[in-house]
């Protein structure tokens, strides 16, 4: 599990394709407090370490995930926000976030408000029922509130602070990012939903 405070920013050092793809991270992490078999949250997907050195670790990604969330678009030098999970005792800063990825949102707008950003964005029908103003959302594992909703389109505003601490620095017009819905928010659709099959 997660908060979605981004502790570090990561860079793609190298790609394998094999049978899965083996990714190597840079990291400022201490790496000899990284277990092997430990998961870390790059850019919201969970992945587990595999193989680990001073300054790195590496990770695979099957191709499911590569289908499914942007790791099938990196590329050497991608820069990846990193979150190592939380442990006992640990501050809760953002929300729990668990680390599997709901669907990809496109950055519609960005617009300068004052000293923070504000981002537009639009995610598939599958997903924008689990969407709610004042709610909570992780974007490329970045815990985020959202301020308002129109259909399948969403609002945030991103403070300088999360701008120079993230990579939302490197975002565009028509990217993509990786979203995961509020934990909460998810249970309670389905939770709803069988109680609607329940009573017809």
């Known amino acids: 599990m997660f908060t979605g405070i981004i502790t570090d920013i990561g860079q793609v050092k190298s790609l394998e394709k094999r049978g899965d793809t083996r990714i190597v991270i840079s990291t400022s992490y201490d790496t000899t407090t990284v277990e092997i078999g430990a998961s870390i949250a790059c850019s919201g997907p969970c992945l587990t370490v595999v193989e680990k ?12 995930t ?21 442990s006992l005792g640990d501050e809760l800063g953002g929300h729990i976030v668990s680390g599997h990825v709901d669907g990809l949102a ?10 923070s950003v504000r981002f537009l964005f639009e995610v598939p029908d599958e997903v924008k029922a689990f969407i709610a103003e ?3 959302v992780c974007l490329d594992g970045v815990s985020l509130t959202v301020n308002a909703v129109q259909g399948a389109q969403f609002g945030v505003n991103i403070i300088s602070h999360t701008q120079s ?22 249970y309670v659709a389905r939770l709803t939903d069988s109680l609607q099959n329940t009573v017809e």
Do not use: C, H, Q, Y
Request: zero cysteines; aromatic letters at 8%; glycine letters at 8%.
């Open 134 to 136: 004042k709610g909570s």
């Open 53 to 64: 050195g001073s300054g790195w670790f590496a990770t695979e990604a099957s191709a499911e």
């Open 165 to 186: 601490e993230t990579t939302f620095n490197d975002k565009k017009v028509d990217d993509f990012v990786n979203l995961e819905v509020d934990m909460l928010a998810r």
């Open 106 to 115: 496109r950055i519609v707008s960005m617009e300068p408000e004052g000293d």
């Open 66 to 86: 590569l289908s499914r969330t942007t790791v099938g678009s990196w590329a050497e030098g991608t820069r990846v926000n990193l979150e190592r999970a939380l």
